[in-house]
């Protein structure tokens, strides 16, 4: 019995189909495939690039707004998006635009720019928190701040929900199981014991949260106002409100990763549900798509900051190093880039068009599903969505993980990749731009609809 409740062999046959129809039609990546095996690293500049349900790399030509090419000729509609990264589209015009201005003005040069206060003013502006820094990207963003809280607490705890996401900081990379943190599975190279320092909590579990603030040494926690890489899981109603009243309990600092929750509005879950954190971070989308990430504190985090800074430098023998910040971190490009983005890209008309349209996918989703009588539900956060294969909305990780069948999610994912739709491929997240049209949104709903009669008309597809 699988969780979805179509059976294992009805996925492969399914999905032996789908692989020889993607190698047919696509001549020309598998020869770069083949090429690109004699100099990257498993035929891609980033390992991670060859965990999609394709069974050979798919290399994109060009991309635009909500669509791009491949170097077959292909076009596909991008629900995708870069997995945030192109929240707003592919090469925005005004981002192209910066782009070409900055390049002709210099990338880098370690000194600000007029940009910076403009990016600093709009993001105070935008987010309700008055000080800012930039990095290059929100693991950068997150691991900067847990150092600044430990500095400022002087403790040495970090506490995350269990099957968190925040990029690839090392103090987060743990799970909860059966009542103790251990290492997330799969970690390479991973040389000391990270439970020594970090700590796991199932999400909208109050009682377990509360008992890990309790013991007195925990300097933030750090946590998405909704969960997003493990299957996306909302908070429960009040949730994060006691989220914020607890920390302050046991003073603890409240870290709010809003990287893939920016697709709420254009203050985030933080402004839109009244959040009050301590620090923001976030990323991936803030500068249109160019490597740039941001964080954000209160009034008394910067107070704490340049007492921190200044008891650093009273106790360090010679010249101290913070431990934060990279050359490019801030550079000109990514300055006049994220300048650009909060001015012309990401605002509220923009908002006006993407969540409308992730609501009708939503709601289309809904009803496939009763359609095929699937015991299924649908999670939606503003401009994405995604459909889990369990009955009722996960409320926790591990609920989200147990609800898995990853040889179905990869055979959906490489059917409509061969009909010229691409979602995320980690999980069945979607999300919409302001250039994805509601003839977007109808073709996937069309596609997937396709894919689901032709799988359970395999015999014995139900199980």
Partial sequence: MTTSGISEAAVTAFTTRERERFLAQNPKSRVLAERARHSLFGGVPMHWMSDWSMPSALFVSHAQGARFHDVDGHEYVDFCLGDTGS????SPVPIARAL????????????PGEDAIVAGELLAERFGLPFWQVAATATDANRYVIRWARAIT????LLVFDGCYHGTVDDVMVRYQDGRTVHRGGL??????LAETSRAVPFNDLAALEAALAQGDVAALLCEPAMTNIGMVLPEPGFMEQVRALTRKYGTLLIIDETHTLSTGPGGCTRAWNLQPDFITFGKPIAGGVACSAYGCSYEMAQAMRLAQQHASETSHGHGHSGMGTTLSANALAMHCLRVNLEEVMTSAAYDLMLPLAARLAAGLRQLIARHGLAWSVTELGARCEFQFCVTPPKTGAQAEAAFHDSLQQALHLYLINRGILITPFHNMTLCCPDTTAADVDRLIATLDDALTELLAVPGARC
Avoid: C, D, P, V
Avoid at 87 to 90: L, Q, S, T, V
Avoid at 188 to 193: E, L, M, T
């Fill in 154 to 157: 002087n403790r040495k705890m």
């Fill in 87 to 90: 929240m707003f589209g592919h």
């Fill in 100 to 111: 070409a201005e900055q390049g002709a003005r210099g990338l880098t040069t370690m000194l």
């Fill in 188 to 193: 390479i190279g991973q040389a000391s014991n």
